[in-house]
């Protein structure tokens, strides 16, 4: 019997997997579809991330990132990492490296679908696999979450992120977050050549028409494109538990609040760590509170930003406020890195 059955083969699908090998554990992932697998993502590795990633023994090429500077049009803030630096790496990239390095380590990919989950007291069974656990990595919309009815309505503005490449060399060794009334967009440093240019916004429109409420940054950019756009949404995925029975959501599928912070990449490779610790010790029930002790931190400050963030009467403040207080500011964005 499989020790550890993973459902999903995105990075945090993987880096379950490859924290299993590393444990001595059988884990077997499931993904239909063919890698690398692309979609919406800021791209963008906080410092803590880069070095779990590395602590998995995964190479990966990237631009190191430095900090993280917010703008609007007429102020600017910058917060430098005081440790090791982030990183900036395409999303195919990621995935290639991980699905690699979960080769090396013997991890077996099957290119099956999961419909149907079915467990008991001593194991779980889903697409004519049988498993000790199994770890729903299969995203922000999951539907293993949604099958065993783990799903919370959420509250709030539905935002959705919009991603598209640019071939032009990155101005800053900074993640820059520019910000309008409406709308949020990211600009990573991603190669030489290449930056990652996300929009959140809770309001209607074509990337293009969000892009227009940014003239500075549109200006830094080349009339072509490179590549498409991709989309994801809505962003807010609020979960009774994180654990039901033998079945562990780990990534975006055990709840997601905001990409504000950046933190969705960095998150999923911690969540990967603690659910793996979990499996080993065969105390399922514990990574519930582990998991809400890993990320309390990134829930809470990203709470508190989403909240300012909807407020008209302070939501123009931010950039400003973060300008005239860059020690606050500093302070803050290293708490989370």
């Known amino acids: 019997m499989i020790d550890l059955l ?47 990633l590395a602590g998995l023994g995964v190479p990966v090429a990237g631009r190191p990132l430095h900090g993280i500077r917010y703008l609007d049009h007429r102020h600017q803030a910058e917060a430098r990492f005081r440790g090791a630096p982030g990183l900036g790496v395409r999303r195919t990239d990621l995935h290639a490296a991980l699905a690699e390095r979960a080769r090396q380590l013997g991890v077996r ?5 999961v419909d149907d989950v079915r467990q008991d007291s001593w194991s779980v069974s889903a697409a004519g696999l049988r498993a000790r ?56 440093p991603l190669a030489p050549d290449l930056v990652g240019v996300a929009v959140l916004t809770s309001h209607r429109g074509s990337f293009e028409h969000h ?14 494109a490179g590549g498409p756009v991709r989309g994801a949404g809505p962003m807010r995925q609020r979960v009774r538990t994180r654990v039901a029975g033998r079945v562990l959501l780990v990534g ?20 990967a760590a603690a659910l793996v610790d979990c499996v080993r010790a065969d105390r399922p029930e ?14 809470t400050l990203t709470h508190a930003l ?9 939501a123009p403040f931010v950039v400003p406020t973060a300008a005239h207080l860059p020690s606050l500011f500093s302070a803050l964005v290293n708490r989370l890195s």
């Open 109 to 113: 990919v099957l290119p099956v679908r």
């Open 133 to 188: 656990y199994l770890a729903a990595a299969d995203g922000l919309h999951s539907p293993i979450r949604r099958g065993l009815g783990l799903d919370r309505p959420a509250t709030g503005p539905r935002r959705h992120g919009l991603r598209r490449h640019f071939a032009v060399t990155p101005w800053s060794d900074c993640v820059e977050v520019h910000w309008s009334p409406t709308a949020e967009a990211y600009v990573t």
């Open 306 to 314: 989403l909240w300012t963030r909807g407020q008209p009467a302070l």
């Open 286 to 299: 514990r990574y519930e509170r582990i998991w809400r002790s890993v990320t309390r931190r990134h829930r």
């Open 211 to 224: 892009l227009a409420a940014f003239p500075a940054l549109l200006s830094r950019l080349p009339g072509v």
């Open 6 to 52: 993973v459902v999903g083969g995105g990075p945090a699908g993987l880096a379950t997997a490859i924290h299993a090998a590393r444990a001595g554990l059988e884990a077997v992932v499931a993904e239909p579809r063919p890698g690398p697998i692309d979609k919406a993502c800021g791209e963008g590795l906080m410092p803590h991330g880069a070095q779990a």
């Open 252 to 271: 975006d599928a055990a709840g997601y609040v905001d990409a504000l912070t950046g933190e969705g990449l960095t998150l999923g490779l911690a969540g």
